[in-house]
């Protein structure tokens, strides 16, 4: 499958800090991309690289084939939501759509319409008005009627509530399923992302400390529990991620990969992505594990 | 139509969650041969998970040969999986709701009540 992102070696710096570093990652087409970390990470850091909004201070990007410029050849085929979700509130979402088939070479004026109605959001009232649900649906409408390659959404779902957060997704979803789109979402609601995404990115201090499909991280990596174990030394292929230890148990998060033999005194468990990120998470000041 | 029920605490996959949901509705026979699945953009609308997981678990029916996709019109229920009958599985079925019954009448909590259930699957596989 064909990569709609690359990054290699990617930073970003402002004056002496360094928001992102070294940061490798891919995206392949028709995914749906988590993109986790802790508050700092570098997230929305790396969103704006990726739409164009930034530039960076080092390594290559590859977004669609293009290199990430504010310029329309470019941002066509791109929807960007931004972390709080921009709409101009004193105006309605008829307007919002009018301004969208003004501002697009490509809008499904219809697509939109449709959608709204079908959610039953009211179109004739200001959507500083509306709530934040219907708010972050009419930004999704207007962003999918561009009918984009790539999404790139910046915590969409962070303040909304349970059923509104059920019903985006559950939107972004059927976009999805009609094909021919790729999705990069950040969020922490961890629970959400595993349902909705296949794919997923981990960002901790500004680096990519985890990239790849969740079936195969769901596949790559188990809980190991045996007697006390210091040193981190398991054996060939094994990579510790995250470690925990009693007087007499070491528990240990623990990368495999194919092939590796675990050791046989060891119990081995299955841990969920939830396990697996937040030990990624934990990983930030350790450097970058691949 | 069925719809599907996913829990993401169950440890089991999403895609094998539907696969197990289907086969489960044939056995009962709640989905008969030549039934038609939801789409998987029903299924998303309603569950809002990746549709990859979905056509996951689509695939998987019909490797098992259980269901079969018809390119343009959807996916179609073709067999029932090998085993005793729907008569069957609903009778054994009412049975184990009047014992479930009546353990609760007794004072019995769901855990214990799993836990008997486990003990007895226990001991017939020893014979």
């Given at each position: 499958m064909q990569a709609v992102i690359q990054t290699k070696k990617l930073g970003k710096r402002y004056g002496s800090f360094w928001?992102?570093?070294?940061?490798?990652?891919s995206v392949p087409e028709g995914s749906v991309s988590a993109l986790v970390g802790p508050n700092g990470a570098g997230k929305s850091t790396l969103l704006k690289l990726l739409v164009g909004l930034k530039s960076a201070s080092s390594g290559e990007i590859s977004v669609l084939g293009k290199e990430p410029?504010?310029?329309a050849d470019f941002l066509g085929d791109i929807g960007y939501l931004a972390q709080d979700i921009p709409l101009y509130k004193n105006l309605d979402a008829t307007e919002h759509l009018k301004m969208?088939?003004?501002?697009?070479?490509?809008?499904?004026?219809?697509?939109?319409?449709?959608?709204?109605k079908d959610l039953q959001i009211p179109l004739d009232r200001p959507v500083g008005k509306l709530s934040g649900g219907q708010r972050a649906q009419v930004a999704l409408?207007?962003?999918?009627?561009?009918?984009p390659k790539l999404l790139?959404?910046?915590e969409p779902v962070a303040a909304l509530d349970p059923l509104a957060r059920h019903d985006f997704l559950s939107s972004l979803s059927q976009a999805v399923a009609d094909g021919g789109l790729?999705?990069?979402m950040s969020s922490h609601l961890l629970a959400d992302l595993e349902r909705v995404s296949d794919h997923i990115v981990v960002l901790a201090s500004g680096r990519t400390q985890l990239c790849d499909d969740i079936e195969t991280v769901l596949k790559e990596h188990k809980i190991l529990i045996g007697p006390r174990k210091d040193e981190r030394e398991l054996g060939e292929g094994l990579t510790v991620i995250?470690?925990?230890h009693t007087a007499r148990q070491s528990t240990l998060l623990t990368r495999v990969v194919k092939g590796a033999k675990v050791p046989s005194d060891w119990q081995q468990h299955e841990p969920n992505i939830e396990e697996i990120i937040l030990a990624y998470m934990g990983q930030g000041n350790e450097g970058v594990v691949r | 139509m069925i719809t599907f029920r996913l829990n993401t605490h169950s440890g089991v996959p999403p895609y094998l969650q539907i696969v197990q949901q289907v086969k489960q509705s044939l056995q009962v026979g709640i989905l008969r041969p030549g039934d038609k699945l939801p789409t998987v953009k029903e299924v998303v609308a309603h569950v809002a998970i990746n549709p990859n997981?979905?056509?996951?678990?689509?695939r998987e029916l019909e490797m098992q040969g259980l269901v079969e996709g018809r390119t343009g019109s959807g996916t179609f229920v073709k067999k029932r999986p090998e085993g005793p009958s729907p008569e069957i599985h609903n009778a054994l079925g009412k049975e184990l709701d009047g014992w479930v019954t009546n353990a609760k009448k007794a004072g019995l909590d769901e855990e214990e009540i799993e836990a008997l259930l486990r003990i007895a699957l226990h001991k017939s596989k020893e014979g």
């Open positions: 928001a992102l570093e070294n940061c490798d990652i410029v504010q310029h969208g088939v003004n501002l697009n070479k490509r809008f499904d004026a219809e697509f939109m319409g449709k959608r709204l409408a207007l962003a999918l009627a561009k009918k790139l959404l910046d790729t999705v990069v995250h470690e925990t | 997981t979905v056509f996951k678990a689509y």
